[in-house]
Nanobody, 120 residues
């Protein structure tokens, strides 16, 4: 499984952006996907996850503002970000958990990050 993230950029506070994460390879083995972010000088933190049965989980700081979704036909994960705040500025990365049949284990893969900058 490989992931390619895109959609970052510069936006004013209160604005919106949509991030995309295109998956390729053995996409049928993916069991869950998510978005994480890392702000300068801070540790990486979970933003939102989407797992089987369309179960979603959000960080408290983004609840009500961000929405995670997936287009299975396009093998693409999205993160719609509304009402952006300067504290949302970070490098956003997508990841996927996938089933490795040969070893009966769960693997994890990361896409490259995309920078989101929110100006005040």
């Amino acid at each position: 499984v490989q992931l390619q993230a895109s959609g970052g950029g510069l936006v004013q506070a209160g604005g919106s952006l949509r991030l995309s994460c295109a998956a390729s390879g053995s996409t049928s083995s993916i069991t869950a996907m998510g978005w994480y972010r890392q702000a300068p000088g801070k540790q990486r933190e979970l933003v939102a996850t989407l797992s089987s049965g369309d179960r979603t989980n959000y960080a408290d700081s983004v609840k009500g503002r961000f929405t995670i979704s997936r287009d299975n036909a396009k093998n693409t994960l999205y993160l719609q970000m509304n009402s952006l705040k300067p504290e949302d500025t970070a490098v956003y990365s997508c990841n996927a958990d996938y089933w490795v049949v040969a070893t009966d284990t769960v693997g994890k893969v990361w896409g490259q990050g995309t920078l989101v900058t929110v100006s005040s």
